[in-house]
């Protein structure tokens, strides 16, 4: 079974505000990463965070990690049109060298 | 710089036919992916290969076979392809160590 799920399935927001996705894991890791993927294309890696670290910035991108609840949660600040995508988190798990992916979460941006 | 390539982006395959997905990457990385992802759902991985010479099953390894035939080439085989394998197929790469992989931009396989 896949190692992340992620909550909400679905999200439609306005332009201009926040956007948050969470997703939850069930073994040790030793990072978790997210992804975005636009519509019939490739994903693109946007952030890693390691399992020693509780929060990272990249821009726009905020993510955290609570590795005791196993979960983490990207937040999108003031989104764009362009950030209309699906998100996925993906898990690094201790003594392996995989990747598992979480269900993701299809973000819907209105201008 | 390439990145990830992926052949052919396209394929439609009659029941039982064989045939072979190609991955390469130029970024001298050591591990490389197989995920196929279908509609709705996240990526589930087939197969991967940690470095040369080593190939390991992933979640949904059954009916597939992979080579890595060298550092830069990992290939997938579907020996006799069947319906339930039509999927996007993505093959990713990385360095190693704490590092997001790179992925190609996909295979869209439909088997009738």
């Known amino acids: 079974s896949q190692q992340g799920e992620e909550d909400p399935q679905a999200l439609s927001i306005q332009e201009g505000e926040n956007a948050t996705m969470n997703c939850s894991y069930k073994?040790?890791?030793?990072?978790l990463q997210w992804y975005r993927q636009n519509s019939g294309r490739g994903l693109v890696h946007l952030i890693l965070?390691?399992?020693?670290?509780r929060e990272k910035h990249s821009g726009r991108l905020r993510v955290t990690l609570d590795t005791s609840k196993k979960s983490s949660s990207l937040l999108i600040t003031a989104s764009r049109a362009a950030d209309t995508a699906s998100y996925f988190c993906?898990?690094?798990?201790?003594?392996?060298?995989?990747?598992?992916f979480g269900t993701g979460t299809r973000l819907q941006v209105f201008p | 710089n390439a990145g990830v390539t992926q052949t052919p982006k396209f394929q439609v395959l009659k029941t039982g036919q064989s045939m072979t997905l190609q991955c390469a990457q130029d970024?001298?990385?050591?591990?490389m992916y197989w995920y196929r992802q279908d509609p709705g759902m996240g990526l589930r991985l087939i197969y991967y290969?940690?470095?040369?010479?080593?190939?390991d099953k992933g979640e949904v390894p059954n009916g597939y076979n992979v080579s890595r035939l060298n550092k830069r080439e990992f290939s997938l085989r579907l020996e006799s392809a069947a319906p339930s394998q039509t999927s996007v197929y993505f093959c990713?790469?990385?360095?190693?160590?704490?590092?997001?992989?790179?992925f190609g931009s996909g295979t869209r396989l439909t088997v009738v």
């Open positions: 290969s940690a470095s040369e010479g080593t190939t």
């Open positions: 073994t040790s890791i030793n990072n």
């Open positions: 965070i390691r399992s020693n670290e």
């Open positions: 990713a790469s990385r360095a190693g160590g704490a590092r997001g992989y790179t």
């Open positions: 970024m001298n990385h050591n591990s």
């Open positions: 993906a898990t690094d798990a201790v003594d392996t060298d995989k990747l598992i």
